[in-house]
């Protein structure tokens, strides 16, 4: 079955930097754009960042635009979140997701913030931006 495993979440200062993980299995990784999503305490959840499926493009949502970077490794079925920067308004539950459809760029890029397009979602970890 289709298991994401996020990880690397904890306690960063403010301007720091944290690295999250999503180890991803039971389907063909490299088949899939992927993306990061997070839900801050007492908010809803929000896209944060996607991913096409061989890496070649990367989107990004404007505030953390600059900030973040989202990467793949499909020999190692892994998706990665590089933060720095980090703002306590990073403070969140921070999930990796997995688009539903096999589709083309085009069609992924105007619906990557279609939180409704992920199918399977990682049980989340946490990231605390605080002095």
């Known amino acids: 079955q289709v298991q994401l495993v996020e990880s690397g979440g904890g306690l960063a200062q403010p301007g720091g930097s944290l690295r999250l993980s999503c180890a991803a299995s039971?389907?063909?990784?490299?088949?899939?754009?992927m993306a990061w999503a997070r839900q801050p305490p007492g908010k809803g959840l929000e896209w944060v960042s996607g991913?096409?499926?061989?890496?070649?493009?990367?989107y990004y949502l404007d505030s953390v635009e600059g900030r973040f970077t989202i990467s793949r490794d499909n020999a190692k079925n892994t998706l990665y979140l590089q933060m720095n920067s980090l703002k306590p308004e990073d403070t969140a539950l921070y999930y990796c997701a997995k688009f539903a459809a096999i589709t083309d760029a085009n069609w992924y890029r105007r619906h990557r913030h279609d939180l409704s397009a992920y199918d399977y979602w990682g049980q989340g970890t946490q990231v605390t931006v605080s002095s």
């Open positions: 039971g389907f063909t990784f490299s088949n899939y754009a």
């Open positions: 991913i096409w499926r061989d890496g070649s493009k990367t």
